[in-house]
Every structure is written in structure tokens, then in C-alpha cells.
């Protein structure tokens, strides 16, 4: 079976593929499979968790701020639900071996860090006391989510077969 946009997918993976081999053989990434059942499932669970929260949500005052509530409501519903969409498809995708199914939280988990190192090091242009605190909470969310990125990669890796590309 191909990967959907292997014509885009493939050139930036096919001449990489030995790297990537070595890079995943790391005893690090040696419980990838475990490790992104376990992410995947618990990230299925509290954006179901929090999508439940958000649909029960009502404003509690009836003034000009009622249009910034639903306003917000309806985005966290939206990013709450795509979260779901991206966890469901990689816990699919690790039932299935299917790597096609990852690439939707790939591509959204690369997005993200990228978004947040980007915020840090903009943070970094006005270096003072207080960015300096914001960075103790974000640096190591950035690590972490690109641990996770890298562990959910070596699986993807793992199930992906030349054929695909």
C-alpha cells in the first residue's frame, strides 16, 4: 500500500531511510511500540476527557463578553477535537501497523514543537528575569513532546517498508 503524498513524502525519507535506521536502533527508542501505545491511548483519552468538559460548558454571564466566550469555547472544542482525531488515528495506526495512519499526528506534533521553539526563541530576543522564568516551563514541554515526536517516528519507521515510498 502507498502513503498518501508519497511523491511528496518520498524524497525527503528515501535517501535518509539507513540514518533513520541507526538513529531508532538507539536503545533509547528499543520500547518505541510500548511506549506510543501507552501515548497514543492516554492522549485519546484526555482529549476525549476534555472534549466532554468543553461540550458542557456554558457562559456564565449574559454581557459583551458572551461573544469572546463562544468564540473561545468553540476553538478549544475544535483544537480538542482534532486532538482526538490525531490520537485516534495513531492508536489505529500502531493496532493496524498501517504507518500511513501516523502521519496526521506526525505532521500536527512537528507543527507544534516547531511553533513552541519558535516562541522560545523569541522569548530569547528579550532576555530578562521574567522570560527568563517562562523558559523553566517551556524547555522542558519542548524536549518532551519532541521525545514523543522521535519514539512515535522510530515506529513509524518500523512499520514503513520501502514499498510505501
Not at 463562544?70 to 493496524?96: R, W
Not at 517562562?134 to 512515535?152: D, G, R, Y
Request: hydrophobic letters at 45%; proline letters at 5%; charged letters at 15%.
Amino acid at each position: 500500500m502507498k502513503l498518501p503524498f508519497s511523491k511528496i513524502i518520498s524524497p525527503f525519507l528515501k535517501p535518509y531511510l539507513g540514518n533513520t535506521r541507526m538513529f531508532c536502533q538507539h536503545p533509547t527508542f528499543g520500547i518505541s511500540v510500548f511506549y506510543t501505545y501507552f501515548y497514543g491511548t492516554l492522549g485519546f483519552f484526555i482529549n476525549a476527557n476534555h472534549l466532554r468538559k468543553h461540550l458542557g460548558e456554558t457562559p456564565l454571564t449574559t454581557d459583551e463578553q458572551d461573544g469572546n466566550f463562544m468564540l473561545i469555547h468553540d476553538l478549544k472544542i475544535i483544537a480538542t477535537s482534532m486532538g482526538l482525531f490525531q490520537y485516534a488515528c495513531l492508536v489505529v495506526g500502531c493496532l493496524t501497523e498501517n504507518p500511513a495512519l501516523f502521519l496526521p499526528h506526525l505532521a500536527g506534533q512537528l507543527f507544534i514543537v516547531f511553533v513552541k521553539t519558535l516562541n522560545v526563541l523569541l522569548l530569547l530576543a528579550h532576555v530578562n528575569l521574567k522570560s527568563m522564568g517562562k523558559l523553566k516551563h517551556k524547555v522542558p514541554a519542548i524536549m518532551l513532546m519532541t521525545f514523543n515526536w522521535c519514539q512515535e517516528f522510530c515506529v513509524f519507521r518500523q512499520y514503513l517498508c520501502v514499498c510505501d515510498l
